[in-house]
């Protein structure tokens, strides 16, 4: 993450800004919606789709015989979209950047978002997607999905049940390729079974009861889906393929295994590998990666016509975000939302004119923006002890000066708060989102003092060693509003209290590998995903390993085999999810809920500055479809929430 633009002037940025936010959050635009089946939308709406459609680029592939006519390629009942505007336009290429080629990946999940159920929006309820139906048991432990007959892959092969046991058989069990099973496919540590009833029944079947499956499966089931193309994959796997040939394959592709292989043949940057998305990878090159339309899409508009409306996307890989924001700005990119700064709203509006764009809104699911943390299992055994007093979390809280850090680089439109769920949540606890809040330098400096932390000559803390107090703040790029500029002015904040602080920008490949290997001290992050706890909890739930104490949660994940045992707080945590997970009453579910947010809110884990900002989009003029004021967060997989198969250019 590089420095955004500067800002020129405070005061006339300040005023811009208000002026052209005042009106925009009054609106209530139109979003996206959808119905289940065509016999849905005609119920619902007294209108019959009769007649289906397809891009003219398909009607020529399907003259020369390449593909199967459009009523073929589409299932017996396809999910219809209801366009936020109009009924779209065929053709046309998407513009977008990306930082690096992994950043790209988001076409598997935010530009797409395929799973066999799926949210709303906004994230309040479960929808159909590629399941149009499901069943759940009366006792919570048995889930059948219906699927919708005639689906198919990218390639024409259809899709049914055996590519979601050929995934839970050969993937998810295969211990060479999975290890540890995913805490979302368990109940009291036991894996569901997954059978197929019939070619488009599935059921899942679990050993305890799981009233948040549906939940989980419309995140964790979108990130890692639960099915995969069987037909496609057998080839690589070794319960298909003898081991001789397996072997082979693997050495000719340059790999010592054959798990090495098939995992590459199954990742996204795989263009041969079949897909159920809008649009497929077809091409990735160090600058570019190109996705064309998918001809076997099983979604269609309220006219019958099959999306997606545009042809392309291609996304141009550029160095970092403050590149991508200069393009944007530039009105070389069509829509982008993603690494789109605020802090650069002023020189976006200055030049919608000359870029040919508007500037849209969304609001982030975001309880802090960044949020800090430090290391509760560092390696350094003196840090550690620190860290893990309470007071010295505390300490750091008080010692930021949220209302500063809100007008200089979020012009006042940001809500100082500590780290907690937004306004917006169903769990969201107004005394939680004050918490050690304020601003108070000289309380934070008599929780230092308490401590024994005593300042030597230099001003600078001691640790219990004699050494000098020195914390390393390691960050890197992440989706969000923050900048270099906002965590250079918290480590200022924390060097009054007497802490030294080394402020490191590296890239984010690396910092994952530090990250996951426990190496950093402190660091920083978005809390996003702070809507709807019960889509993805584990900011609050150690179900793995989780930034602010990797080594914690590797020991829950691993049932005490490897890690760092965790105290009482954090075991009573992961006791509190398994009765949340396996109750199928509501209310009992959130009153353990809630008592998972009372402990952090009495640990102060995780450190907020300043949360639920506006997400801004840029958007040509002549791109349609795109709504205003949805919330944008991971949970959601926004923009995926507005459904981009709808989007489209107007020539």
């Not at 396809?78 to 990306?98: C, F, H």
């Not at 169903?426 to 004050?434: A, L, M, R, S, V």
């Not at 353990?592 to 040509?620: A, C, D, R, S």
Request: glycine content about 6%; charged content about 25%; overall charge positive.
């Amino acid at each position: 993450m590089k420095n955004s633009f500067k800002l020129i002037s405070i005061l006339v940025v300040l005023g811009i800004i208000f002026s052209g936010f005042s009106t925009a959050f009054a609106q209530k635009a139109p979003s996206v919606s959808q119905y289940s089946t065509p016999i849905e939308y005609q119920k619902a709406t007294g209108k019959r789709i009769a007649v289906f459609q397809e891009a003219p680029q398909l009607t020529e592939l399907v003259k020369s015989g390449k593909i199967l006519p459009v009523k073929e390629r589409l299932p017996k009942e396809p999910l219809v979209i209801v366009p936020v505007e109009e009924v779209g336009r065929y053709g046309g290429t998407w513009r977008r950047a990306a930082i690096g080629i992994a950043d790209a990946s988001i076409i598997e999940t935010k530009l797409t978002a395929e799973g066999l159920v799926r949210t709303n929006p906004d994230g309040s309820k479960i929808v159909p997607n590629l399941a149009k139906r499901w069943e759940i048991s009366r006792d919570g432990r048995v889930y059948t999905f219906y699927l919708r007959e005639g689906l198919r892959w990218s390639d024409g092969e259809p899709f049914t049940a055996d590519d979601i046991t050929f995934w839970f058989n050969d993937i998810i069990s295969n211990k060479e390729l999975t290890p540890i099973t995913p805490a979302w496919l368990t109940t009291a540590g036991k894996p569901v079974s997954v059978e197929k009833v019939d070619k488009y029944v599935v059921r899942f079947t679990f050993q305890q009861p799981n009233g948040v499956f549906l939940w989980q499966l419309s995140y964790d089931g979108i990130y890692n889906k639960p099915f995969a193309p069987a037909h496609y994959l057998k080839q690589f796997h070794p319960s298909y393929v003898s081991k001789e040939e397996l072997g082979k394959k693997a050495k000719e592709a340059g790999f010592n295994f054959w798990y090495q292989l098939f995992s590459n043949k199954n990742s996204w940057q795989n263009t041969e590998k079949p897909t159920i998305n809008a649009w497929m990878v077809s091409r990735i090159t160090s600058t570019q990666v190109i996705c064309e339309r998918n001809p076997y899409y099983w979604k269609v508009d309220t006219a019958g016509n099959q999306l997606p409306y545009i042809d392309k996307i291609v996304m141009d890989i550029v160095q970092d975000a403050e590149i991508l924001n200069m393009r944007a700005t530039a009105g070389e990119l069509d829509m982008q939302e993603r690494h789109i700064y605020l802090s650069n709203y002023t020189l976006f509006m200055e030049n919608r004119e000359k870029g040919n764009y508007r500037v849209l809104k969304w609001t982030t699911a975001s309880g802090a923006d960044p949020m800090l943390y430090v290391n509760q299992t560092v390696q350094d055994p003196v840090l550690r002890k620190i860290f893990q007093d309470v007071r010295f979390r505390q300490a750091l809280s008080l010692a930021i000066n949220r209302e500063e850090i809100n007008k200089l680089f979020y012009f006042g439109l940001g809500k100082p708060r500590q780290a907690s769920l937004i306004s917006q949540s169903p769990y969201y606890d107004p005394e939680w989102e004050k918490t050690y809040a304020e601003y108070d330098l000289e309380r934070a400096n008599k929780l230092l003092d308490e401590m024994g932390l005593k300042k030597g000559p230099d001003g600078f803390r001691l640790r219990p060693d004699g050494k000098t107090l020195a914390i390393t703040l390691e960050f890197t790029a992440f989706p969000g509003a923050t900048t270099a500029d906002v965590i250079a002015l918290i480590a200022k904040y924390w060097e009054k209290l007497g802490i030294k602080v080394a402020v490191k920008q590296i890239d984010r490949s690396l910092w994952e590998t530090r990250y996951s290997g426990n190496q950093l001290e402190a660091s920083a992050w978005s809390l996003d995903k702070s809507l709807n706890p019960l889509l993805n909890i584990t900011w609050f739930v150690l179900v793995g390993s989780q930034q602010w104490a990797p080594a914690w949660g590797t020991w829950i994940a691993t049932g005490g085999k490897s890690g760092m045992e965790p105290p009482a707080d954090i075991k009573r945590i992961s006791q509190l999810w398994e009765k949340a997970k396996t109750t199928t009453n509501s209310d009992i579910r959130d009153r353990y809920l809630k008592e998972i947010f009372n402990i952090h809110k009495k640990n102060l884990w995780m450190i907020g500055t300043v949360g639920e900002l506006p997400q801004i989009l840029i958007v040509k003029n002549n791109f349609r479809n795109v709504p205003e004021g949805l919330i944008s967060d991971d949970s959601l997989f926004s923009p995926a929430n507005a459904h981009p198969e709808q989007f489209f250019i107007k020539e």
